[in-house]
């Protein structure tokens, strides 16, 4: 009974790999561990970070130390929301993009991640900063562009990559639904 016993809780935590595919997983792993926090790509990390310090710094030159602000979160979540609120009216009144101010709400977060849902109140301003000042697209492909390939296509004799191309930019279609169409799906 103590053999079974001893076994059963040396075994039963799980932490050990069960077979010979967890044990090629956990050694792939080994060489890359998982990064802690919300996945980012690094220039966006590194984004974040700068402005963080920006923030940091204005802060400071207010006399409030960032620190003490996150760790008083969730006493007087308002502060922190307040602080960013003002931030971002200085931002827009110096001319930075949107961007700037949103990306400082995210890095917030992402210092303090369980405080994400108390910031409302500074992600209400971002919207409003976008509602004045709406963000333009830009076309994907220019019809000069669209008209080049289809005339260098059709020029090189390749009559089915101009159909593609010509249904895929000119019909707005999706690039599955125009490689798996048929003739018959064609309608003029």
């Known amino acids: 009974f103590a053999l079974v016993f001893s076994a059963g809780v040396v075994c039963s ?28 790509q690094d220039a966006t ?12 710094h204005w802060l400071a030159s207010k006399g409030v130390d960032l620190s003490e ?3 008083s979160a969730y006493k007087d979540p ?37 405080i994400r849902r108390m910031l409302t109140g500074a992600w209400d301003y971002a919207f409003s900063w976008l509602r004045e000042e709406p963000g333009e697209h830009h076309v994907a492909c220019p019809f000069q562009i669209l ?14 990559v101009a159909g593609l191309v010509a249904l895929s930019w000119g019909a707005v279609c999706r690039i599955g639904e125009v490689l798996q169409a048929f003739r018959k799906d064609l309608v003029l």
Not at 45 to 56: C, G, H, I, K, M
Not at 82 to 100: K, T, W
Not at 148 to 160: M, Q
């Open 13 to 40: 935590h799980g932490m050990h790999p069960r077979n010979r595919d967890d044990k090629r997983r956990a050694e792939l792993r080994a060489a890359k561990p998982l990064a802690t926090g919300r996945p980012v």
């Open 45 to 56: 990390r590194s984004n974040r970070q700068r402005l963080l310090d920006l923030f940091r």
């Open 69 to 71: 602000v996150l760790q």
């Open 78 to 114: 308002e502060r922190v929301v307040a602080l960013l609120v003002e931030y971002g009216q200085l931002l827009y009144s110096a001319g930075r993009p949107d961007s700037h101010y949103s990306e400082t709400i995210n890095s917030v977060a992402a210092a303090k991640p369980t």
């Open 147 to 160: 008209l080049a390939i289809l005339s260098l296509s059709i020029l090189w004799g390749w009559p089915a």
